[in-house]
Structures are given as structure tokens and as C-alpha cells.
Nanobody, 123 residues
Framework: QVQLVESGGGWVQAGGSLRLSCAAS????????MGWFRQAPGKEREFVAA????????HYADSVKGRFTISRDNAKNTIYLQMNNLKPEDTAVYYC????????????????WGQGTQVTVSS
């Protein structure tokens, strides 16, 4: 069992930056692929970024490539999402998730989810 708690969301003007954190419980955290997803009002939850358990493999949605960076610190049981040059279309609730498999962008392959943190970007 893995419990996930996100933090770091908030309000920012377009062009600004935020860093999201996701703290995980469980001794086997380092063996999980971790991902970030987001859901805007009236839209489906979509993939943002994922990172392998070693941190050596990362994947990003095309919409965030070059602006967002996912990372992890297995000693702290925490993953991060550094978001730069934010745009109004990045406004959403951001969720972290854990998958007990190789790195994947498929939402259905994630086993555990956090409660989400709101990110609002104003123009």
C-alpha cells in the first residue's frame, strides 16, 4: 500500500513557476514508477509526466516538454514537478500517482493516487 500527498499548488501569473511535491508512504516507494497527471474542469484526467524508479527514464506530455521537469528523491520518498513558464491552459488539479510496473503514460496502469493539488495560472 502506498499513500500519496501532494503539495505546492497555488495561484501564479502566466510565465511564472511553481514546484509541486508528492510525499509517499511505504517502504517500497523506490520500486514504483511515479507519475503526474492533471484534470481541468470538464476534461478528462491527462498524463503530464512520469519517472522510472531509478529516475533514469522520464516521459512528458508534448504540451509540457521543455517547461516541466519531473524528479524524485527516493531517500525522502518524494517526487517533484518543477513547472516553469506556466500558461493559463496549465490550470488544473494536479495528481501524483504510483505504478508497480515499468514507466508508463497510461492512466489505467497506475495503482495509487493522491488527492490532488490545485494549480491556477492567470493571464
Amino acid at each position: 500500500q502506498v499513500q500519496l500527498v501532494e503539495s505546492g499548488g497555488g495561484w501564479v501569473q502566466a510565465g511564472g513557476s511553481l514546484r509541486l511535491s508528492c510525499a509517499a508512504s511505504g517502504r517500497t516507494f523506490s520500486r514504483y514508477t511515479m507519475g503526474w497527471f492533471r484534470q481541468a474542469p470538464g476534461k478528462e484526467r491527462e498524463f503530464v509526466a512520469a519517472i522510472s524508479w531509478t529516475g533514469g527514464i522520464t516521459h512528458y506530455a508534448d504540451s509540457v516538454k521543455g517547461r516541466f521537469t519531473i524528479s524524485r528523491d527516493n531517500a525522502k520518498n518524494t517526487i517533484y514537478l518543477q513547472m516553469n513558464n506556466l500558461k493559463p491552459e496549465d490550470t488544473a488539479v494536479y495528481y501524483c500517482a504510483a505504478a508497480s510496473r515499468a514507466v508508463t503514460m497510461n492512466r489505467s496502469e497506475y495503482d495509487y493516487w493522491g488527492q490532488g493539488t490545485q494549480v491556477t495560472v492567470s493571464s
